[in-house]
């Protein structure tokens, strides 16, 4: 067992090169690719009723069908990560991109469109926890928050092309050239991951470590990395197999990516980003081409605040974010709540909508966007780093269906201010929950929080640095 101390373990991976920059932003790609394909059916939809006129059932496999497909790929993919590498793992996935995104464009009739969307959900859940995990592999520890954040930033950017997109062919009513626009980057991420590096700590998982060494030289600008790579070899133990997850040892990481994968979701962010045209809609804006320009602000609210939020990861620390954004989030659901409730004039109304809305988006892209993402990349050990990101992923796509799918039943049993209220109530739980559990991992090495967890730390001392060595509690078996 190495021993950690504040010194060598805060400074060995303290610079960052232009080339780390370089890397984390093609990883990131993919999150454009999933902010695009999750986004653009919000305005497609639109239009593709008018051509399928799909029944109710098949309207909401339509909707859902990205869901299905993200789940299926996030929970069969963690074990591919750990075998084959990350990057490796990302080339496929833009391959599998190309596929359902033209698949989705020449669709014929409702049931081939699910079933592309369902392929491009495939890809979107193996990219959502591949890229930042690949991505954090790769980071120095001081700048990791940001850098991994690259991808949230990209998923905003995607979101935002989307309904820019969505917006160009509105007027035409041109669905298919919406989806077949998403090409694009799908082509510019399995270009750019053919030049990457393999993960350095992937690299050392499979016991090459004279590779790993000069992967680390390559992306750590010619410096020592020594006490790095060392830090790496002492956590390749054993093989890696789904029983090593549910180990009494790993509960604390556990339960705090779980958590943070429920509230991201259940705090009603998919309601915003998947049916905010119809939410305005429902606020009075008159036309399909109104609801879908508007949107289109909200979407710039989300790049803006994930922007600002970017070099606050790694200053300010990721609880004090979580805090601050989700008491922010209940604040915009709270006003959106009571401008339905009250039934405000048609004008107020819908200038309500949109400033809470802009309140919740940007409150979320500062606080659970980035956060979920960068956290649960961090926490897990290196021997099953994929295995519980996938999870994690797995059950986050799993609650983004159930929040989906809930959306219309809460609207007619509940009301619309209803609804947005629930939403709110789920926020403050986030909020007691990050209080009590989620630990502070800013500028700590990834072998650093390990280390914690091997020592029997509780979840909200896994990001602090000790002096000396206690007796590890947590080893595999």
Known sequence: MHQMQKGPSASHSDSMSFFVVLIACIAAVAGILFGFDTGVISGAILFIKQDFAPSNALYSLIMASVLVGALIGSGVSGRFADFFGRRTLLIITALIFIIGTLASALAHNAWSLIAARIVVGVAIGIASFTAPLYISEIAPARFRGALVSLNQLAITIGILCSYAVDMHFADVGNWRWMFGVGVVPALLLLLGMLILPR???????????????????????????????????????????????????????????????????????????????????????????????????????????????????????????????????????????????????????????????????????????????????????????????????????????????????????????????????????????????????????????????????????????????????????
């Open 199 to 477: 993960s350095p700590r992937w690299v050392a998982l499979k016991g090459d470590i004279s590779q790993a060494r000069q992967i680390l030289q390559l992306i750590r600008h010619n410096e020592n990395v020594e006490l790095e790579l060392q830090e790496i070899q002492a956590r390749v133990t054993g093989k890696v197999s789904w029983r090593l997850l549910f180990q009494r040892w790993l509960f604390p990481v556990l339960g705090v990516g779980l958590g943070l994968a429920f509230f991201q979701q259940c705090t009603g962010i998919n309601t915003i980003i998947y049916f905010a045209p119809t939410i305005f809609q429902m606020a009075g804006y008159d036309t399909a081409a109104g609801a879908i320009s508007t949107t289109a602000i909200v979407g710039v609210a989300n790049v803006v605040f994930t922007i600002i939020a970017l070099p606050l990861i790694d200053l300010w620390g990721r609880r004090p974010l979580l805090l601050l954004g989700l008491a922010g989030m209940a604040l915009g659901l709270l006003l959106l709540s009571l401008a339905f409730h009250f039934g405000t004039g048609a004008l107020l109304l819908r200038w309500l909508t949109l400033l809470s809305m802009i309140i919740y988006i940007a409150c979320f892209a500062m606080s659970l966007g980035p956060m979920m993402w960068l956290v649960i990349s961090e926490i897990f050990p290196l021997q099953i780093r994929g295995l519980g990101s996938s999870l994690a992923v797995s059950v986050c796509w799993l609650f983004n269906g159930i929040v989906t799918f809930s959306f219309r039943y809460l609207l007619d049993t509940l009301g619309t201010a209803g609804t947005f209220c629930t939403y709110a109530i789920v926020c403050l739980l986030g909020w007691v929950f990050v209080k009590r559990f989620l630990p502070e991992t800013k500028g700590v090495s990834l072998e650093s929080i390990e280390n914690n967890l091997r020592l029997g730390k509780r979840s909200r001392d896994l990001g602090v640095i000790s002096d000396h060595e206690t007796q590890p509690v947590g080893e595999w078996v």
